[in-house]
């Protein structure tokens, strides 16, 4: 990560992280180096964090690593860093906590960061994209992740091989990523107010503008293993 400012005696004034997935598909030894190195006032995690779903549903396991994890963002808290929850789409029973705060801790099912005279909305993203807000198209993309997570996992755990990440880079995969950043772009300019857009869900880091809107994926720590940083009004992905 970058020296820390002089100044301000934090490299960062947020941190931005989605999709790590604890539990199950977590690069333990990327995400650990990055809380090992983090550096900011606040810690916004988008959702995804720990994978209720996959540990329910395909009796993946929680490992050492994974507590590991978790204590080295505990200490974080006890040295006063700021920590906003959203809980995704692999944590929807932890949704029925939304609006639980102690001390500098909070879950939150959106949070708008404000920076320099500027909101930006967060929000883990499965509820506004039209592969992922109740349609047909979100039952068929259901039922081809159900079908491709097991497999996915599989090869992972005996290959190091992500069926997941190799299909989003096809052409038709990188069209329904597209379709998501659109989708969820248009849902916070009907929302009104906001300069942009802070999401995860995808597991693809990007910053782009669409329709006048900064749109901003925080991306994952399963495959890319990225994080979003802003300081003093300026984002930025960095990559472990």
Not at 57 to 68: I, L, N, S
Not at 124 to 139: E, I
Not at 191 to 216: Q, V
């Amino acid at each position: 990560m970058h020296s820390i400012d002089k100044e301000n005696k934090m490299p960062y004034d947020t941190v931005f992280v989605s999709d790590v997935h604890l539990g199950a598909r977590c690069n333990h030894t990327k995400f650990l180096k990055f809380l090992s190195g983090l550096r900011t006032k606040k810690l916004v995690f988008v959702g995804d964090i720990i994978d209720i779903y996959c540990l329910e549903k395909y009796k993946t396991h929680w490992t050492a690593k994974d507590t590991e994890c978790v204590h080295r963002i505990i200490k974080h808290m006890q040295k006063g860093m700021e920590v906003i929850f959203i809980p995704g789409n692999h944590e929807t029973k932890i949704r029925r906590y939304v609006e639980f705060k102690h001390k500098n801790f909070k879950i939150v099912d959106e949070y708008v960061h404000k920076t320099k005279g500027r909101k930006y909305l967060c929000v883990h993203g499965d509820k506004y994209s039209k592969f992922s807000s109740g349609s047909w198209k979100q039952l068929i993309f259901n039922k081809g992740y159900e079908l491709i997570t097991p497999i996915s996992l599989w090869l992972e755990r005996i290959f190091g091989f992500s069926l997941v990440y190799l299909l989003k880079n096809t052409v038709n995969g990188k069209k329904f990523i597209d379709q998501y950043e659109k989708d969820i772009t248009q849902y916070c300019k009907e929302r009104g107010g906001f300069e942009g857009i802070i999401c995860g869900h995808i597991h693809h880091a990007n910053i782009r503008e669409i329709s006048g809107i900064d749109y901003m994926c925080c991306g994952d720590f399963v495959d890319s293993c990225t994080a979003l940083t802003e300081k003093n009004g300026y984002f930025q992905h960095i990559t472990y």
